[in-house]
């Protein structure tokens, strides 16, 4: 009924009915999980507490070989017609797929399937069918109906801790399969090993290390059922290798107390049961004590976590309230939701974690988070955070990284890191922004000459992505290293964050270092095509030249000449000037959204998608594009790009983000564009105005303080600025500080069907920029 409700309140908005609610739906109420779990978004259904160690949620499939695996980077993919399983762990918008750790899938009557079988066949293993009709998602809970033995199951998460409820078909024997030889992004070999043991109380714990997407990772479980076991049967499925006296598929081990191996299911007999089995489970990445710690550190049963939860998320999703039509307040709310799931809680409910050498740590005063996707969340997710989360939370993602830098085999901060592992994926250091971002915004609770000494040491750390060459030649060269002219731009912007930092610190032999490498961007744009290009060695750019080609492994990382020559965050208009000034500067905008792509071919690129022309929305190097008509003197511009991204990019439905969210990227843009402003440049404190796609919206700040933001006579026509007021008074530039908005206040748009060419055109209006700092 409540599923069927959900999906009536979709077709109402769709009418536009639904833009005024006789009952409005609250922050929490507005959230869709569903959201981005079709397409490529993504996101998965399942029940997670905000910045959550567990992710409980389900697979509809996991057995993908390497290349297919894209698609199920979150183990659950909206049009699969089946349910394999419940698994612990899940990244959120990821566009690498791992995780899927410790599978459990409940089965009805006298037999218990080992294999899950071919989802085109029904009854061919434990998968089962299932229908959208029977499902409900919820901030912190997802329920569903296991159509061929009739289940209902039920997940909900606290912080540490998730519970798994089944309430079995009356008469029918009630048995769980824990599957340790399924994982996501699964591929022979990724299982290194895993045991698996009843203790006498009845708890059910063990251990699995992989060698999937991060190196090595060792991750411990705990699981305690509500109802005592009638027997178990430990099986190993591997063949021909013998383990503990157990071998080959058909072998198994009958109420042995563990076992050992590299391809286990265990099955767990509870009998008939008069009243729903509930599951509580817990994981660490230290050992199986820290695993039954978390397991004790939230009591309580299925219905307490679940309230405990639901109150976290209202919350959480509470430090913005928005009015608006009822499928943009969906979107939004839904798009802050997702921002809110990482970095994860990593460290046990004791402090300890596993850190990037291997070896256990203790967080002494921060609690540990990891599942860091820098390349992604510097950009805008990090920001938000600073506005939207108490800054203890803040704090513990930068002793975080931090630590993790400290405890590094090469001493350099996280790059891509899960679980304390680091996977090496993307580019440039990224840590270091986010750190001098949140010192430059007044954050305290961590050592800032220890941030700083992170920050040096990763921007200096020679093998590191040709850094050796970039530091000797001022560039990377594509003929010694791969994606060159992105990293000489990325590594550019980071340096310029470094120099920021260290010159709010009074350390001005750092600053000037790192000041002068923050123009290194120069040394790869080439002033005759207009392009960032790559360039070799001896100073000659690389040919041929195609600024449509993407290829991976290339010149450029995920994306081509068209989005990277954009980015010069720190100096917008020094890249202004060599591209011919501001009228040529529009010119080549409009040229990248209004690109014929009829005759180019991405379809070789998984990451790819979401293009208006060569401006590509599904990633990150194009996300703060639409902003630079302001930089130009053309704020107006921006407005209507804008809202051509939104209306093509974001909707209400399973298929409604137009790429990966990259652990709430995707996401954080669509909040800080509909609240009208975004961080351009993190580092600058400068949030550049856009336009307001909800009527109102508040923020509570960490501060306690609260930053309203109206949009005066907002439809469908008014789509542009005619003027802004702060506190009351004009406000002339194209951009607002975070001093101003931590401050709480009033930033009024009044908007108009025509635009304004007049508002925030001056020189002085403009955003930062290095060439020009004010």
């Known amino acids: 009924m409540i599923a069927h409700f959900r999906r009536a309140t979709l077709a109402l908005a769709a009418t536009g ?216 049967a430990f099986f190993n499925r591997e063949e021909k290798v013998p383990y503990r006296g157990f071998q080959g598929p058909s072998r198994g081990a009958d109420d042995a107390a563990q076992i050992e191996g590299r391809a286990l299911v265990a099955r767990f007999d509870f009998g008939v049961l008069g009243k729903p089995l509930e599951v509580k489970v817990a994981i660490s990445g230290v050992d199986e004590a820290g695993a039954l710690a978390n397991l004790d550190s939230e009591p309580g049963d299925f219905d307490a976590i679940r309230a405990g939860t639901r109150t976290a998320w209202e919350q959480a999703l509470g430090a913005v309230a928005i009015d608006a039509a009822t499928p943009m307040k969906k979107t939004v709310y839904t798009a802050l939701y997702h921002s809110l799931m990482a970095p994860s809680v990593f460290s046990d409910a004791d402090g300890r974690y596993r850190g990037p050498d291997d070896q256990v740590h203790i967080a002494k005063d921060f609690t540990f988070h990891s599942t860091f996707s820098l390349w992604d969340t510097f950009r805008a997710e990090h920001p938000l955070l600073m506005l939207v989360q108490p800054e203890r939370k803040n704090a513990d993602f930068i002793n975080s990284l931090i630590a993790s830098q400290q405890a590094s085999p090469f001493g350099i901060l996280p790059v891509w890191q899960f679980q304390g592992r680091e996977t ?101 744009f080439d002033g005759k095509t207009g392009f960032l290009r790559a360039r070799k060695a001896d100073g000659a750019y690389r040919e041929p030249f195609d600024p449509t080609a993407i290829n991976y492994g290339s010149d450029y990382t995920e994306g081509n000449a068209w989005q990277y020559s954009w980015f010069v965050p720190q100096d917008q208009e020094g890249l202004f000037r060599l591209m011919g000034g501001d009228a040529a500067v529009v010119k080549k905008l409009d040229a990248m959204f209004d690109f014929d792509n009829s005759k180019v071919d991405y379809s070789h690129a998984e990451d790819i998608a979401g293009l208006i022309g060569q401006y590509i929305h599904g990633n990150e190097p194009s996300h703060h594009v639409a902003y630079l008509y302001g930089y130009a003197g053309q704020p107006w511009r921006t407005q209507e790009r804008l809202k051509q991204i939104v209306e093509s990019q974001y909707k209400p439905t399973p298929d409604g983000l137009s790429g990966n969210d990259d652990l709430g990227q995707m996401s954080a843009w669509l909040v800080f564009t509909s609240l009208g402003f975004y961080p351009v440049a993190p580092g600058t404190n400068e949030y550049v105005i856009g336009r307001p796609f909800v009527d109102r919206a508040v923020l509570t700040l960490p501060n306690g303080k609260r930053f309203t933001v109206l949009a005066d006579g907002l439809s469908d026509a008014n789509r542009y600025v005619g003027k802004v007021t702060l506190n009351g008074k004009p406000l002339a530039r194209s951009f607002i500080r975070h001093e101003e908005i931590v401050a709480g206040g009033e930033l009024r748009f009044t908007m108009q069907a025509v635009p304004n060419k007049s508002w925030g055109t001056g020189k002085a209006a403009r955003p930062y920029s290095m060439s020009v700092a004010k």
């Open 17 to 232: 009915l639904a833009a005024t609610p006789l009952l409005a739906q609250t922050a929490y109420e507005s959230v869709d999980p569903m959201i981005g779990t079709g397409g490529e978004g993504h996101t998965f259904p399942g029940a997670v507490a905000p910045f959550g160690m567990m992710q409980l949620s389900p697979d509809t499939d996991t057995g993908c070989e390497i290349r297919q695996c894209y698609g199920h980077a979150a183990g659950y993919r909206y049009d699969d017609p089946t349910i394999q399983g419940f698994s612990m762990t899940h990244f959120s918008g990821a566009g690498h797929s791992d995780l899927g750790d410790f599978l459990i899938m409940p089965v009805a009557g006298d037999q218990a399937a080992l294999e899950p079988g071919d989802p085109k066949t029904p009854g061919s293993g434990y998968r089962s069918a299932f229908s959208h009709t029977t499902e409900i998602a919820q901030p912190g809970y997802y329920g569903v109906t296991l159509a061929d033995a009739g289940i209902r199951a039920e997940l909900t998460a606290g912080t540490r801790t998730g519970v798994q409820r089944y309430a079995f078909p009356a008469g029918k024997a009630a048995h769980l399969v824990l599957d340790l030889r399924s994982s996501l992004y699964n591929y022979p070999g990724k299982i290194l090993w895993s045991t698996v043991r009843v203790r006498p109380d009845g708890t059910i714990t063990g251990m699995r290390e992989t060698r999937g997407w991060a190196p090595a990772r060792k991750l411990y479980f705990a699981i305690r059922p509500n109802a005592p076991l009638t027997g178990h």
């Open 424 to 524: 090496w994926t993307m580019i440039g250091y990224h840590a270091v922004p986010i750190i001098a971002d949140t010192y430059l915004k007044g954050l305290k609770g961590f050592d800032a000459q220890a941030g700083l000494d992170a920050m040096v040491k990763s921007a200096t750390y020679a093998p590191y992505g040709g850094l050796d060459w970039y530091m000797k030649l001022g560039f990377v060269p594509i003929d010694k290293e791969p994606e060159a002219a992105s990293k000489t731009v990325e590594y550019a912007y980071d340096d310029w964050t470094i120099a920021r930092m260290a010159r709010a610190m009074g350390k001005a032999d750092v600053a000037a270092t790192f000041e002068k490498r923050a123009g290194n961007w120069r040394n790869s």
